[in-house]
């Protein structure tokens, strides 16, 4: 896998991206990611859109992120994407498009990098996750976010590490936050229930034990204190399978947790991220989905205002 995909002409031809998207979905991953990434990345760009790269939020590991943010407005909601690769690869840079088309619609955008196996293992890169949510939200309102309007958004990998996060409360605490604190979870193609594990790599990532394997399930913790989730997946998935998503959504369900399974018809593992882009766009209603949602869901702060309201006790009149 390439670990820094070229900048293509902005001429690039969008049938070779949609190529690139054709050779990712049959499984030939290593020639053609830095095209497709490079090729989104050169198309994208708006003058309204706001960019800020390398901003440090974890000193001591090294990791940095990159925001972006419409030139005007304040008290937007915040999203905070995790970019997927088996927790084993992958590059913040390589997603500029993604954090462009989403500020773009009055967003403000962070996407954070993370430590990957096998430099690190689950508590690794879910630390590293908290802290970057810690970070947006204490740092939301300098970039015109409202940091009580949080959400969490990531595809595959990215998806399990927010899922996690939305439902092992253990992860947010560490860093003085709660599940509940997020305005909402956005999941694209995530593992959320994949017990049992065969690969070696995620054996060693997860654990050797099932015991050890159900701290990486995100369906093993929900308890019913979880944020709002909207889950899109395609049926066509082979890299994870739709029962992921479907698993996830009846935990929910079950629990009486607000949650939006969205089942996309042939639709692929790349192809639910990459409709988020302009010229893929058309493969599915991401984009769209994304935007309801997250205007559906009101700022945590006024769902726990309103939470309490409905829990006070009634007073008989005099």
Same mark, same amino acid.
Request: net charge positive; hydrophobic share 45%.
């Given at each position: ?34 095209? $497709? ?25 090294? $990791? ?5 943010? #419409? ?43 993370? *430590? ?8 690794g890169f879910m630390g590293d996750a908290a802290r970057a949510v810690a ?17 969490v958004m990531g595809h595959s990998a990215g998806a399990h590490i927010d ?8 992860? $947010? ?17 995530? #593992? ?23 701290r990486s399930q995100p369906v093993h913790y929900v308890n019913g204190d979880?944020? #709002? ?13 739709? *029962? ?68 006070? #006790? ?5």
């Open positions: 896998m390439s670990s820094s995909p070229p900048s293509p002409s902005p001429r690039t031809p969008r049938r070779l991206i949609k190529r690139a998207l054709l050779l990712l979905g049959s499984g030939l991953l290593a020639g053609c990611q830095a095209t $497709l990434f490079g090729g989104l990345n050169a198309i994208s760009g708006h003058a309204d859109v706001v960019t800020r790269r390398d901003v440090v939020f974890d000193a001591g590991h090294g $990791l940095a992120l990159d925001l972006y943010r #419409p030139r005007d407005g304040r008290n937007l909601p915040v999203v905070v994407f995790f970019y997927g690769g088996s927790w084993k690869s992958g590059k913040r840079q390589w997603y500029r498009w993604a954090g462009e088309v989403l500020a773009q619609r009055g967003l403000v955008v962070v996407i954070p990098d993370y *430590r990957k196996w096998p430099a690190v293992k689950l508590d970070w947006a939200h204490a740092h939301a309102a300098e970039y015109g976010g409202n940091p009580d309007d949080l959400f899922a996690l996060l939305a439902t092992d409360a253990h992860w $947010l605490q560490a860093v003085g936050m709660q599940p509940r604190q997020l305005a909402g979870f956005i999941g694209l193609a995530g #593992p959320y229930d994949f017990l049992p594990l065969t690969d070696p790599d995620f054996i060693d990532m997860f654990g050797s034990t099932h015991a050890e394997q159900l979880e944020p #709002p989730m909207l889950l899109m997946q395609g049926t066509t998935d082979k890299i994870v399978w739709p *029962r992921n998503a479907q698993a996830l959504a009846r935990a929910l369900e079950a629990q009486h947790e607000p949650v939006e399974l969205r089942m996309m018809p042939g639709i692929g593992h790349f192809a639910i991220l990459f409709a988020l882009s302009r010229p893929l766009r058309g493969k599915g209603p991401v984009l769209e989905d994304t935007l309801q949602f997250i205007r559906a869901h009101p700022a945590a702060a006024a769902r726990a205002d309103a939470a309490a309201v409905s829990a006070a #006790p009634v007073r008989s009149p005099r």
